[in-house]
């Protein structure tokens, strides 16, 4: 009888190992940074240089694995009230967790705190400005 109770747990162990294996492989989000702006909340476009350390040609979607990526944004910032200099206009990193079946918008917060001038370059941060649930999936391997 405690050989047959023994088996059982083995047994069930091994299956329940099993079912947690899930295939993550063709699940993704998706990362977007089209979103209009609302200047009056302080946000604003970025054009997306680099992801995950590769430049990149900026496009209004990437489909993603799940897990963490490194985007490299440039602020399109068009405020009467910024008044610094193009020195200061330099990209920025934003890491975004991929969750999957989930879109992140990203974009450009400018700081309206206090007034940049100069080579000031806290006038600005890249952030996520909203996520939703998104269906996403890679196509199948041939």
């Known amino acids: 009888m405690k050989s047959l109770k023994l088996l059982a747990l083995i047994s069930i162990s091994l ?3 099993c079912a947690s294996q899930l295939d993550n492989s063709n699940q993704c989000g998706t990362v977007s940074s089209f979103l209009a702006p609302e200047p009056e909340l ?3 476009r970025a ?11 900026s496009q209004p979607n990437y489909r993603l694995s799940v ?3 490194r985007f490299t944004l440039a602020e399109l910032i068009d405020s009467p009230d ?4 193009l020195a200061a206009r330099t990209p ?9 079946n989930t879109r992140y918008h990203i974009g450009a917060k400018f700081n309206r705190d206090k007034i940049y001038n100069g080579k ?7 952030e996520v400005i909203s996520q939703e649930p ?3 999936q890679f196509p199948e391997s041939q």
């Open 82 to 85: 910024l008044n610094v200099t």
């Open 15 to 17: 299956l329940s190992g």
């Open 42 to 44: 302080g946000q604003y």
């Open 92 to 100: 920025k990193d934003l890491t975004v967790t991929v969750a999957a």
């Open 120 to 126: 000031n370059t806290d006038f600005w941060q890249p």
């Open 47 to 57: 054009v997306v240089t680099h992801l995950d350390g590769k430049p990149v040609i």
């Open 67 to 69: 897990g963490e990526h």
């Open 134 to 136: 998104y269906e996403c």
